[in-house]
Every structure is written in structure tokens, then in C-alpha cells.
């Protein structure tokens, strides 16, 4: 077991130090116009100061730019500061959206999971299996444009008070109530596209685990159906859908970044565009480094919720 432990570790923290180096190594030499190999050997001085000194470096600020033929550039303006303030500000945003999205997909998916898998063949399956196939071919920047059009209480035709809109978003601290208005339709769009993957995967992994011998003993010795389903079937069929949710980060981690600019929504991902625009390397770093460890720590947990249900991975 802990053999294991330590080469998830192991392969944790190579990867995050692996992808940052490479991300320094091609904007170093595609922005900065920097030679390849003076912009690796710059690399242990680079690593040193992001994870031993905690400097990100210094943004200059940046913008959307110009409005032209009407045309309004998806971005946000932020200002010159230290760019590990900022990434700690606006990464609190993209972690909140992030965990709160995948949460919310994840218990989304294994109920209908779960509820399709033990009742084959009812209108309600049929509308879930119909609704998984829209959202696993529905980009979620159409779900929030309509969301935003139709039904968001400062901008939609239709609107409604407690539907999430643009600009409305406030620290937790500051306003619970207001905070949980302003990320609840966020949370619920980054949501869905995850959960009708893990709905399929979880109705795929339950159906083969409903047909083993020890479940038929388990219905036989007179236990309830809930129970059947809850503590025997569905702990036996999760180690795929764990693996299928870690996987689905790095997805989500752009689909958030649609969501964040639809909602306008203080997060790191709204400032790429503006960074672009003024070939701000810091500012592109940090968040190439905030998306890597958010990837890289979500494997390594859905590795480990594998491993504790699934005993044989330890070996």
C-alpha cells in the first residue's frame, strides 16, 4: 500500500513539474522569441521560483483591446500587480466552479446511472437516455447562451428572479445567499455534459454487476431493493466511473472557461484572451500551472477512490 502511495505521489509531482517546464520551455521561445536552449537551461531557475519561493512573476496588466464592427471580444481587463495575488484571487472562482461542477455531475450521473441500469425499459429511462444523448452532443456554450437569453433574471426574454445572471457574482464570505444565486446555473451547466458520461458509464458498469452471483444472494436472503442496489451493486461498478470522472477534468476545465465568460465571472480563464493580446507569459504560466494541478490532483484522487474500493490495485 504504500509502495503505491508513494509512486502516486511520485507520478503526481513529476507530471505537474514536467508540464510546467515544457509550458515555460514554448512560451519562452514563442513569445519571448528566446533561444531553445538558453529557455531550457532557464528552466530549474524558473521551477525554483514558482514552487520554492512562491513568485509567479509580475503582470503589466492586460485587455480585451478594441471593440471593432460591433464585434465584442470575449475577455476580461485586469490590472498590473503580482501575479501570484491573482492567481490566488481569481483561482479561488475557477476551483469553486470547478468542485462544484463536478460534485454536482458526478451525483447527477449516478442516479440516472443507476435508475436506468434497475429499470430497463420505462418512459423515464427512455426520457433520461434521450436527455444524456442531447448533453453529450450539445456544446455547454449553447446551455449557457440559453440560459442567459431566455432565462436569467438581468438579461432573458423569460426572466426569472433566482436564475443566475451576468455580473452577479460575490464572494461567499461577503453574501452566501447572493454567491449561491450567481454559481448555481454555472455549477449546473459545468455539470451536465459530465454527467451523461458518468450516467452511461454508471448504467453500463450496473447492469454487469446486477447479473453476479452475489447480488442474486443478496436479493434471495430477502434484503431491499435500495439496499441491494446502494451498498452491494453500485460500490462494485464504481472504480470505471471514478476513472471516467478523473478523466473528464481536463474537459470540464474548458467548459468552465466557456461558462466563466458567459457569466462573466471573475476567474482566471477569463483573462486569457486579454493576456494573448499582450503576450503576457506570467499571467499564461500561471494558468497554465492552476489547469495542470487542478488535472493532475483530480486523477490522483480518483486513483485513490479506485484503489479503496478496489483492494487489488494496491498490489
Known sequence: MHRYIARRLGALVGTILLATAIANVLFATSIDQAPFGSAVRDVPGYLADTYLRGEFGT???????????????????????PVGDMLRERGMVDLQ??????????????WAGRYTSSNPGTRRTRLIHGATAVLMSCPPY????????????????????????????????????????AIWAPWLLVALPPAAFVARMTEASMRDVLDADYIRTARAKGLAEKRVLNLHALP??????????GVNVSTMLINAAAIEYGFSLPGMFTTIRGAINVSDVAVLQAIVLEGVILVVIANFVADAVIARLDPRVWA
Open 59 to 81: 503582470t503589466g496588466g492586460g485587455g480585451c483591446g478594441a471593440q471593432t464592427e460591433g464585434v465584442f471580444l470575449l475577455c476580461s481587463t485586469y490590472g498590473r500587480g
Open 97 to 110: 466552479l470547478l468542485i462544484g461542477g463536478l460534485l454536482l455531475g458526478t451525483l447527477l450521473g449516478l
Open 142 to 181: 449553447f446551455l449557457a447562451f440559453v440560459v442567459l437569453w431566455y432565462f436569467a433574471w438581468n438579461s432573458g426574454e423569460f426572466a426569472l428572479p433566482f436564475v443566475s445572471g451576468q455580473g452577479d457574482y460575490v464572494p461567499f464570505g461577503e453574501d452566501p445567499l447572493g454567491f449561491l444565486k
Open 236 to 245: 462494485a461498478a464504481a472504480p470505471p466511473i471514478a476513472a471516467l470522472t
